[in-house]
């Protein structure tokens, strides 16, 4: 009783905090909010009447798409200044391109938002020429998944803070294939936010990078060679089979179904594979850092999504309005409340991460924070380099690179060309491919 | 006699290991859909399970299914009938009027098939945004309509071609005119190849899902925006996407098995004289 009567009062705080922290609009607008179907956008579906109570003018339509998709067509919406979309959901790579091309409208948020309590690497993300074009809705970083109790069972301890050295050896010393337990599991699906996320993160570790500061492209380097030989060959030798077909969401299910001793991917898996529902290995799931190579404090991982409001949008003030509360303090409160603290959005607020409720249900939570912290998006590789981005290179032509790299990368996993030949051929389709974006052949970018 | 009975054996045998094979997709599907998240994924595939309806329940409280049922079959239903009503005309001229630049014409029409649908994206975007034509049912039925038109006009016109001339003649002979001799005498006999022509038209329409998840939002999109909408980057969606999926294809399939005899018979039409 006592408890109701606790979270009924929290449930009248939040939602009149949340009331009370954005203006009521007093003329009627619909709003069209498009988005992807993850867990976290889902709840905040399920939550919008919240919303609409508190603003009884502005009413919410939904618009849920698969993200290449969303991608594609939001770009199509907004370059043909069609205005069918009031508020965007585009992840961290976008946010600075579409800000470039002016396709976003700058978000001046009042005080009472408290915009330095966003972190500060996912909130850079989001910036401009010092202009925040976004707010994050959640936001992750990378980190090493593994299984207690096998190393536990092979008398093996995790390091603080491994290294990739480290981690091949616990591979080997884990894999029993006759038993479906694999070493090591990575992101083999090519794609340039799938294969290439993973190879970009240990590119950088491996003190290589995608392109020179005069835009000439780095893969057919020692470092490269380092970098995809490793992947290659752990998980040729410790890996799944099949793993060129193994995404985020084949991996998450391979790991949880107690397949994989360890698995180097995004933070925000950490929820499903704590949760006893959707995870079979809930008590012996721990986590370390990402593992360093020779090159340390580059950058590693960081992923964002985030809610924008495109220029063409006939509703603007509405739809920062939402904007706004959906990313506010008092949105997380309301979702701890509904939802319990462990479904809150992660890696956006320090205050989300200043809770000792949150720390008590996300027993990863600290962890998550210091890699969102210390992945180091704007930071530079071991030589400089000339874009920023963790695990992208943030240029609108990284999407088509990443993709074809990414598919060279997967041929040479599965064994069809070595890691010299995939290297080769990347060099020159990613030379071509820049060549002609305008980026001249001396290396200068194009004005 | 004994031999010919193995034979049909056989061939029965063989006939449902093939028919199998084509299912099998849309049986997993089906089975996938009554799976829990976990057991949707899990390796080695899960044969025998406990069934359950919650991906079917976290589909219904996500989104209004009716509302996109609706949408497809008026867009689907309204593209055909529009496509049937523009072919018909146009195959009777090309199989009874022949001209010179018949055969051109219809190799033309066909040609448009081969263009990408993405290279005219932008255009047609521009078309639907400066006629109001965005996420309307109308501006999607439009778009089916023309994109079968090919398809359907080759079709018709396989179809009239096999009819003899001489019993139109006849009609005209006893003086029906252009209208009438089409009314009564092409359209009755040639019914089971306008009939398959028409459902083909309509499965067509049913799956397209370029153009419905391009120009489309909320009020016009059809069931594959209801399905696309359960594909996540990140997160476990399979027994809600064959959940969403078997209740996407469910009307068509329902509606495919009551007409099967129909769409044989046309698509048989005139093979064997």
């Not at chain 1, 893969?219 to 193994?246: C, E, F, H, M």
């Not at chain 2, 996407?248 to 048989?268: D, E, K, M």
Request: contains cysteine; proline residues 6%.
């Amino acid at each position: 009783m006592k408890i109701s009567l606790r979270r009924i009062a929290m449930g009248a705080v939040a939602t009149t905090a949340i009331g009370c922290a954005t203006t009521t609009a007093h003329a009627d607008a619909t709003i069209t909010i498009a988005t992807v179907n993850n867990g976290d956008m889902v709840i905040m579906q399920g939550l919008s009447d919240r919303f609409e109570q508190s603003h009884p003018g502005i009413h919410l339509r939904w618009v849920v798409l698969e993200e290449n998709t969303l991608r594609q067509r939001l770009t199509t919406d907004i370059a043909t200044d069609a205005g069918q979309f009031d508020v965007l959901t585009i992840g961290n790579y976008d946010a600075p391109i579409w800000a470039k091309q002016g396709w976003l409208s700058p978000l001046d948020m009042p005080a009472s938002y408290d915009v330095g309590d966003l972190l500060k690497p996912v909130r850079d993300g989001l910036t401009y020429k010092g202009q925040l074009y976004g707010l994050p809705f959640y936001a992750e970083s990378a980190m090493t998944y593994y299984r207690s109790d096998l190393f536990r069972k092979a008398g093996l301890t995790m390091p603080a803070q491994p290294t990739y050295a480290e981690v091949r050896g616990f591979a080997d010393r884990l894999t029993d294939k006759a038993h479906g337990i694999y070493g090591m599991c990575l992101r083999g699906k090519p794609g340039w936010g799938l294969n290439m996320a993973t190879v970009t993160s240990m590119v950088h570790a491996f003190g290589g990078q995608w392109f020179d500061t005069a835009w000439r492209a780095q893969i057919d380097t020692p470092s490269w060679r380092q970098a995809v030989g490793y992947y290659v060959d752990i998980l040729q030798k410790d890996g799944p089979p099949g793993a060129t077909s193994n995404g985020f969401n084949e991996n998450l299910a391979l790991f949880a179904g107690g397949h994989c001793a360890m698995w180097i991917d995004a933070t925000v898996a950490a929820g499903s594979l704590y949760d006893k529902k959707s995870s079979s290995v809930a008590d012996s799931v721990a986590f370390a850092p990402m593992p360093t190579g020779s090159f340390t404090g580059g950058p590693t991982w960081l992923w964002s999504w985030n809610l924008a409001i495109p220029r063409t949008s006939h509703n603007q003030e509405a739809a920062k309005q939402f904007v706004a509360w959906a990313t506010s303090k008092q949105y997380v409160q309301l979702v701890a409340q509904q939802k319990g603290w462990v479904a809150v959005p992660p890696g956006t607020r320090a205050s989300t991460y200043a809770s000792p409720e949150y720390k008590q249900a996300a027993p990863f939570a600290g962890f998550v924070v210091a890699a969102i912290d210390s992945s180091n998006p704007n930071g530079q590789t071991k030589a400089p380099r000339p874009a920023t981005g963790a695990q992208f290179v943030a240029i609108p032509e990284f999407q088509g690179i990443g993709t074809q790299v990414g598919q060279i990368v997967a041929s040479a996993l599965a064994g069809q060309t070595s890691v010299e030949q995939a290297l080769r051929r990347s060099q020159s389709v990613t030379d071509r491919t820049m060549r002609q974006a305008g980026y001249s052949a001396s290396g200068a970018p194009s004005p | 006699m004994q031999q010919s009975r193995l034979k049909r054996v056989l061939i029965l045998l063989a006939g449902w290991c093939v028919a199998l094979l084509l299912f099998f997709p849309i049986l997993w599907m089906v089975l996938t859909s009554f799976k829990t998240e976990i057991a949707a994924i899990s390796t080695p595939p899960l044969l025998f399970f406990r069934p359950t309806l919650s991906a079917y329940a976290a589909v219904q409280a996500q989104s209004n299914y009716l509302h996109f049922a609706l949408n497809s079959i008026v867009i689907s239903v309204g593209g055909t009938v529009v496509a049937l009503l523009l072919s018909i005309p146009a195959a009777y001229a090309m199989a009874f009027h022949p001209t010179r630049r018949t055969r051109g014409t219809l190799l033309w029409m066909l040609s448009t098939k081969m263009l990408p649908p993405v290279g005219v994206l932008v255009p047609i975007y521009l078309l639907f945004k400066t006629s109001g034509l965005l996420d309307t049912r109308i501006g999607l039925l439009g778009i089916y309509a023309l994109m079968n038109l090919p398809i359907t006009v080759w079709m018709l016109f396989t179809f009239f071609r096999e009819m003899p001339h001489d019993i139109l003649e006849a009609g005209r002979m006893d003086g029906a005119g252009t209208w009438g001799e089409v009314w009564h005498l092409l359209l009755p006999l040639t019914m089971p190849g306008v009939a398959s022509t028409g459902l083909l038209s309509l499965i067509l329409c049913w799956n397209e899902a370029f153009w419905s998840l391009n120009v489309t939002s909320v009020n016009a999109a059809p069931l594959t925006a209801f399905i696309a909408s359960f594909s996540s980057p990140e997160g476990l969606f399979f027994a809600k996407l064959s959940a969403a999926s078997t209740m996407a294809v469910a009307p068509i399939l329902v509606f495919g098995w009551f007409s099967q005899r129909q769409l044989v018979r046309g698509l048989t039409f005139g093979a064997v004289k």
